[in-house]
């Protein structure tokens, strides 16, 4: 009878757990710089959560206007989020995962230049669409979580479109700089000047459940161009070239910054970083956001490169 209980609990135990998975979009620049991509590949391998879509994001910005090349790319009718779409098909085939639901998100920025005036037209896209119909099937007590590496355009479209389930949606954003000595915000930040309209959208929403990680928090996770050199060329496949060839196609020197992947690490693994409750800036609706303050960036790039390679054994 003991042995009858025991078994009926460890089966209760495992479907609950199972009910309890996190199930995560990700929003991607990825056409923009490098640490998209290896943030992407950490969330391939993870067990934590279900990766239910690959969003391609826009990274539109003024120097494009007034430069003829960005990283490599001519800036000559430039579409920044078909570059993203593009590199995110790639990533996604290179590891036999092209299942994975990988819509195309907005080309631009949410309203105009000079603001959004509610009544403005919403603009739609694939990724809006697959978003909204995701967050309907999840609940206030079952999130669907969502990870924007990049700007929010996204997730502020599916906002206007339909307010109402922004309650059923948890987001987490790479996004602005923060000052926890002095609870100052500065936007003065790449993804958030590429659609300040649509962050002060996110920012204003007060059913919509918001987690931040900051420019310098993310900024400490810090990979080295040489140890990273050293553990691709250790695996002779597509993804791990890709990885590789990036780091010149972006011009990057001896070290770059894994933003993106700073805040996927802190996702799947909360104990790694520290948060606090804080207000949104003075010029948002005042409301109670989470904001990370600090992160463990040596066990971060150690967890990442034992994922990677359970992800490499996976391939094989």
Known sequence: MMRSVFVVLTVLFGISCQAQKIKLIID????????????????????DFELMGLVSAHFNNPQMVTDSMWHNYSTKNINTVELSQRENEQLLSEVNRSEIPHPQGCEKMVGFAWGFNHGTPVQYSEGVDFIITE??????????????????????????????IAKNIHLHILSMKYNPETGVWNKNEFNARNDL?????????????LSIISGQVSGQLVFERKDTQKRLFAYNNKISQNLLTRWDFVNAGERWIMWDLALIESIIHPELAKTEMVLTPPENVQRKVEAYTDIDEKKMEADFWESYQRLMEKLH
């Open 28 to 47: 991607a620049d990825t056409g923009n710089e490098m640490d998209d991509m290896y943030a992407i590949a950490r969330a391939l391998d993870s067990n």
């Open 135 to 164: 967050a309907k099937k999840a609940s206030p007590g079952n999130k669907l979580d969502i990870a924007c590496l990049g700007p929010v355009t996204n997730v502020a479209a599916v906002i206007l479109a339909e307010p109402d």
């Open 197 to 209: 309209n649509a962050l002060d959208i996110v920012l204003d929403c007060t059913d919509l459940e």
